[in-house]
């Protein structure tokens, strides 16, 4: 195993895994260095970036270059051209440069993180968005880590897209309650309008691409286009994806 990392005092000690520093995605020269001598390179999406994509192509093209074999790429649920989710659509087009690329390829796209449910509503402890009563499946980050250890060490994956979601779907009052009962913190949905959404997102600083992001998250769950569930985790894994009540009830 080799670790690409920016800063290797960050790295964790893994037995017999290697560490490889690198300059980040605009480091095209490191990435084909790091990346040489690997048969199967997982990547994980870049931050928010207005050049994401950009980022993407460059790690992607760096990989070829240095004769990678396979890419396991973390992507997102419902990544298309069209998405309303706007860093869906980033995603989208790198899983399309990936296909380009020759190599073998599989895409893990999953729903939004269970994980975060607690953190979420801020410190105040209110969701607010434009997402009305549309759906979300959330899944665990261990359910999905465990599904891409199947996906990288197992035969059959090559050109294969997974969805992974939890096994039910919620709309965010229907999630805010179940943290509300079973966690002992309040958390309540606020819906928004987009001209609400905007204003209360005005002072955060950021750009107005990645404000339009943060917002499409909740009218992506509005339009339905989160509420999915499949069965890949429980393919994957051998076992069933942990539920939200259970994730709660073990915190």
């Known amino acids: 195993m080799r670790l690409l990392v920016r800063d290797p005092g960050r790295a964790p000690t893994l037995s017999q895994a290697e560490v490889r520093s690198f300059g980040g995605y605009d480091d095209a020269a490191g990435l084909r260095g790091a990346l040489t001598g690997v048969s199967t390179l997982f990547m994980?999406?870049?931050?928010?970036?207005?050049?994401?994509?950009?980022?993407?192509?460059?790690?992607?093209?760096?990989?070829?270059?240095?004769?990678?074999?396979?890419?396991?790429?973390?992507?997102?649920?419902?990544?298309?051209?069209?998405?309303?989710?706007?860093?869906?659509?980033?995603?989208?087009?790198?899983?399309?440069?990936?296909?380009?690329?020759?190599?073998?390829?599989?895409?893990?796209?999953?729903?939004?993180?269970?994980?975060?449910?607690?953190?979420?509503?801020?410190?105040?402890?209110?969701?607010?968005?434009?997402?009305?009563d549309g759906r979300v499946a959330p899944v665990c980050r261990d359910d999905v880590a465990d599904a891409l250890v199947a996906m990288m060490t197992g035969p059959g994956h090559d050109g294969m897209t997974y969805t992974l979601t939890g096994p039910q779907a919620f709309t965010l009052a229907e999630l805010a309650e179940l943290v509300t009962e079973l966690s002992g913190q309040t958390l309540t949905y606020e819906d928004e309008t987009l001209e609400q959404a905007r204003a209360s997102r005005a002072g955060y600083g950021a750009p107005a691409w990645e404000i339009d992001g943060w917002i499409s998250?909740?009218?992506?769950?509005?339009?339905?286009?989160?509420?999915?569930?499949?069965?890949?985790?429980?393919?994957?894994?051998?076992?069933?994806?942990?539920?939200?009540?259970?994730?709660?009830a073990a915190r």
């Open 44 to 132: 994980v999406s870049a931050r928010e970036a207005a050049n994401r994509v950009e980022q993407h192509t460059r790690a992607v093209d760096a990989a070829a270059a240095a004769g990678v074999g396979r890419i396991i790429y973390l992507s997102f649920v419902g990544a298309a051209a069209d998405a309303t989710f706007t860093f869906a659509r980033e995603h989208f087009r790198t899983e399309q440069h990936i296909r380009g690329a020759g190599m073998a390829f599989t895409f893990s796209r999953q729903n939004l993180y269970t994980d975060l449910l607690p953190v979420i509503g801020g410190p105040e402890g209110v969701i607010r968005g434009p997402a009305d």
């Open 217 to 248: 998250t909740y009218t992506a769950i509005a339009a339905g286009e989160f509420d999915i569930v499949t069965d890949d985790v429980a393919r994957l894994t051998g076992r069933e994806p942990t539920s939200v009540q259970g994730f709660l």
